[in-house]
């Protein structure tokens, strides 16, 4: 086993535990052999992923997938600031949303999730579809997430699209929520450019949309 496998082992034992400062001394003593982004796409994103597939699978809380992605989040962020680099160049202005609805914790772990594997994006909360298509014209958003729960907020994702395109923004929209995993096709029918039924499914849609960019 590689020294970084042996510290995604070590990092799964202690996030799990919800141990905050073993989690961080792990991370640290890392960082003294591979940069940031090592640590980050070798040690963080592995275990993040593994902690994302038992909560499918029954065997990890909600509660321990939360914490583990705030706690990963916290420890990138700190670590960016401390060695003044941005981990990923090149970043396209990401940002997450809640569409027309009331639900924020599947959308406040996708963002923890992303955030801890090293990405920038910003929350925008919850919005509805005709402010939202404002926000995203004035801030410059090149790839948009959208969470939804009900299937009414769902079908508004394409009044989303084609607003956008009349205004000649040309965005990513990556969706997600119980509508579409109910309907595996109804991300192509809302117009929508890719889909992650999970908080870990998100990061590699992510890394395949800054490839396309690159």
């Not at 909600?62 to 700190?78: A, F, G, K, N, P």
């Not at 699209?161 to 929209?173: D, H, P, S």
């Not at 109910?182 to 991300?187: G, I, R, S, V």
């Amino acid at each position: 086993m590689s020294n970084t496998e042996s510290a995604s082992v070590k990092l799964e034992q202690a996030l799990l535990s919800l141990d905050r400062i073993r989690a961080e001394e792990i991370v640290n003593q890392s960082l003294q052999s591979v940069s940031l982004i090592e640590v980050v796409e070798s040690v963080i994103a592995p275990v993040m992923e593994r902690i994302g597939n038992g909560w499918e699978a029954g065997s990890v809380a909600l509660s321990q997938i939360y914490m583990s992605s705030r706690i990963c989040e916290d420890i990138v962020t700190t670590s960016i600031s401390s060695q003044r680099q941005s981990l990923y160049e090149h970043q396209p202005r990401t940002a997450i949303v809640v569409l027309e609805d009331f639900h924020l914790l599947g959308k406040r772990i996708v963002y923890a999730v992303l955030r801890a594997s090293g990405l920038q994006v910003d929350d925008l909360g919850q919005q509805d579809a005709d402010t939202l298509i404002q926000r995203v014209e004035e801030d410059g958003i090149e790839v948009l997430l959208i969470s939804t729960l009900m299937l009414r907020s769902a079908l508004r994702i394409g009044y989303v699209r084609e607003q956008l395109e009349q205004r000649g923004q040309t965005v990513k929209i990556v969706v997600g929520g119980a509508p579409f995993r109910f309907d595996p096709n109804l991300w192509q029918e809302v117009g929508a450019d890719a889909t992650a039924n999970t908080a870990t499914e998100a990061l590699p849609v992510m890394k395949m949309i800054m490839g396309e960019r690159a």
